[in-house]
């Protein structure tokens, strides 16, 4: 925990300085280049790598998962905010899948009952305002047996650390302006959606800028 604050401290003030100069969309894209290179893009091309067939990538942001894609995947990338979404487009283009940008949330999808063979969240369901509303949409565009993958930051497991995160998420919404949490752990949410997971795998980016969040590959699957 103490390894956690210390590097939050050490970044803050370059960070506020950045979030000042750059719009929320290309402060967020730099900030998480930096993670994707050290080793956040691994962790995407784990997730993503053998999802074929019409994938729902669901708030797709600047496009930083878009690349790891395999080029038999067709993805529509749903994003509400038009700032992420400009910067989503040229990634699109480079992309060996074909993407497809939609405007939409993640509670109410622009798609028809189980018409995709997998869903995607990337660091998304910190921020959605209804994470069961959004899982509940999962099930209903992803068929039978699809697959759901998730790489998202969650609340330490750890109790006091866990606890910490809890008190200071109003201070960490102020500051990211974003609507992201800290405390938020996805995994109940989807065993109450009735999706199985498969496997969950625990790491940590110590990126300069982003806070050094617990985070969670998760894999999952609709029954
Ligand atoms: C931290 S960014 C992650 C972007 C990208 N998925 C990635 O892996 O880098 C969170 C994204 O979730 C989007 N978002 C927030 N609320 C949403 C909602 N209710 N439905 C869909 N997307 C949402 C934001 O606009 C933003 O693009």
Known sequence: MFRELAHFARHAPATLRLKRRLGQGALYDHLCARQDGLGLATWRAALCGDLRGRVVEIG???GLM?????ADAAV????????????AGPRRAAAAATIAVARGTAEALPLPDASQD???FGLVLCSVGAPA??????RRVVRPGGAVRLLEHVRSPRPV?????RAANPLWRALNGQGCNMHRD?????AA?????ERVEAFQVYAPGLPAFPLRAIWARVP
């Open 133 to 138: 509303a959004a899982l509940a949409e999962v």
């Open 76 to 87: 529509t990338a749903v994003e509400p905010d038009d700032g992420f979404a400009a910067i």
């Open 186 to 190: 996805p995994l109940p949410d989807l």
């Open 60 to 62: 797709a942001g600047t």
């Open 193 to 197: 959606a009735g999706l199985t997971v």
């Open 118 to 120: 997998a869903a995607v």
């Open 161 to 165: 650390a866990g606890a910490l995160m």
């Open 66 to 70: 878009f690349a790891h894609y395999p």
